[in-house]
């Protein structure tokens, strides 16, 4: 990266140095519905990307969007260690799910994506620490799931994150082309995948901790008329994970102190 000297230890990597230049990238899970979408906007904006995926077959529409094309299974410890300390990347992106194609299918999956989630996130952070990359940032939901043990697996996904310097963006519902919901769009909190693709890009240079993007209309009801700006990405203060149990409604109500970039919002009570 040009101007900015990887930090070491890599935990402490929590300075703004991403404006000085080229950055390299490596987006794990780069042909989902979001990494489709930042993979192209990173390479417009003169960024170096590697695009990793599971499928050989997927390689030619990374080398189309623009990215290195990287084909690597994230269970493989091994071989995703060797994979990102080769491309050397100044940040990690963790855009894996394990999804299927339709929504009818989704709470068969759930298991798998918890994997992907425990797992998965554990061999990327580990990959990232091996590289000495500066940072992960890594994709989660802004709603609550079901059950409490598919509800720990997200919250120690995030923590993990937060705990090795990264940054945690909590999307809400995507709707649109490619996602389940290509029409009409869901029940808030929701957020268009152009949008949410848009978005991230500020991570890059967002302190440690957790970052909410969602549409204004996901937040439409919340008491006060308190409401952020389309695709608005608010900052929860000091990189403080809030307690998932407090209810979503006072947890996004903080986009309403929105106005520009990223903000920051006191940390809801229990």
């Known amino acids: 990266m040009a101007g900015c000297a990887r930090p070491d230890p890599w ?16 987006v794990a899970g780069a042909t989902g519905v979001i990494g489709a979408r930042l993979v192209p906007l990173l390479v417009a904006d003169g960024h170096e990307v590697a695009g990793m995926t599971r499928s050989a077959g997927k390689t030619g529409l990374l ?18 260690t060797r994979a990102v300390v080769s491309f050397a990347p100044d940040v990690v992106f963790h855009q894996l799910t394990d999804l299927p194609d339709s929504v009818t ?13 425990s797992e998965g996130t554990r061999n ?15 994709q989660s939901i802004s709603w609550e799931l079901p059950s409490a043990s598919r509800r720990a697996v997200t919250a120690a996904h995030e923590r ?9 963006i909590r999307y809400g519902k995507l709707y649109g082309p490619g996602s389940y919901y290509p029409g009409d769009p869901p029940g808030p909190p929701r957020i268009h995948v152009d949008d949410a693709a848009r978005q991230t890009l500020p991570a890059l240079a967002a302190p440690a901790g957790v970052t909410i993007v969602v549409d204004d ?3 439409g009801s919340v008491p006060d008329g308190r409401t952020g700006a389309t695709g608005r990405s608010v900052r929860l ?12 409604a ?6 309403g102190v929105a106005r520009a970039g990223l903000a920051s919002c006191p940390r809801p009570r229990a």
């Open 250 to 255: 006072l947890r996004i109500a903080c986009l």
């Open 160 to 168: 993990a994150v937060v705990q090795a310097g990264g940054v945690v």
């Open 11 to 26: 935990r402490r990597a929590k300075r703004r140095c991403l404006d000085l230049g080229t950055v390299r990238i490596f």
């Open 63 to 80: 080398a189309d969007l623009g990215a290195e094309p990287v084909v690597c299974d994230v269970f493989d410890a091994d071989a995703l």
């Open 105 to 117: 299918n989704l709470a068969a999956y759930g298991h798998r994506n918890d994997r992907m989630r």
């Open 217 to 219: 209309r996901a937040v």
């Open 237 to 248: 203060a000091g990189g403080l994970l809030p307690d998932r149990h407090v209810p979503l």
């Open 124 to 138: 990327l952070l580990a990959a990232a620490a091996a590289a000495r990359a500066g940072r992960v940032i890594a």
